[in-house]
């Protein structure tokens, strides 16, 4: 089930985006501040952020380019052309002007879940000298083969989509599960153990590492 969170400080307005999108089958977290926002993101991986700019603390504005990897679109009453523009050029995935039509809105979300998920369905992913290419699904290490179990390619295809992200375990069994159901939380570290193991001795070095007490990274 797709991800949500929804950074709002007006508890009316998240109220009713959460009802909607619950409705549409989505999970929804939520933040009412830039500062919050932060928090969430360090502990969890949304496949979408919906982002007001008009927070308390850290605002909407410096937020955004802070959140990394994940497709953010900006729900804001400002409606001048040239803050669409900017905020696009920062980074944003799309801007929602409110008030706004519940369907509209809704379109938009799917267009960037289907962008998402076309993007990771076909394009090779590389980090270093390590490429992984989603639809052979193959992993090489300058262009020499890595052979890897169904559980390792989909860690390593997780952890390189999401290259600066600390992936938490239980981030990591969730999105695992729906890949492949052999892992559970106490072969975790002994799978991860191995793909590193792998990694290492295909490529000279480490290509991840453990982030303590929180999960793991690619290394950089």
């Not at 799917?110 to 490429?131: E, G, I």
Request: glycine share 6%; hydrophobic share 40%.
């Amino acid at each position: 089930m797709k991800n949500i969170l929804v950074i709002d400080d007006d508890i009316s307005i998240g109220n009713m985006l959460e009802e909607l999108l619950i409705k549409e089958g989505y999970q929804v977290s939520r933040a009412y501040s830039g500062t919050e926002a932060l928090y969430v993101l360090s502990d969890s991986f949304p496949d979408l952020v919906l982002l007001d700019l008009m927070l308390p603390g850290l605002d909407g504005e410096e937020l955004l380019p802070r959140i990394k990897d994940i497709p953010v679109i900006v729900v804001s009453a400002k409606a001048d052309v040239a803050d669409k523009v900017e905020l696009l050029l920062q980074g944003a995935a799309d801007y929602v002007t409110k008030p706004f039509d519940t369907s509209e809105l809704l379109a938009r979300i799917a267009v960037q879940m289907r962008n998402a998920h076309t993007q990771s369905a076909s394009s090779p992913l590389t980090f270093k000298d390590l490429r992984l290419d989603t639809l052979s699904h193959s992993v090489a290490i300058r262009g020499q083969g890595v052979r890897l179990t169904r559980t390792e390619y989909a860690i390593l295809k997780l952890l390189m989509q999401n290259p600066s992200q600390v992936i938490t375990k239980t981030l990591l069994l969730e999105r695992l599960s729906e890949d492949t159901p052999d892992c559970m939380e106490s072969s975790l570290r002994v799978h991860i153990s191995n793909l590193r193991k792998k990694l290492r001795e295909a490529g000279g070095g480490d290509y991840i590492e453990a982030v303590w007490g929180i999960g793991f990274k690619m290394k950089e």
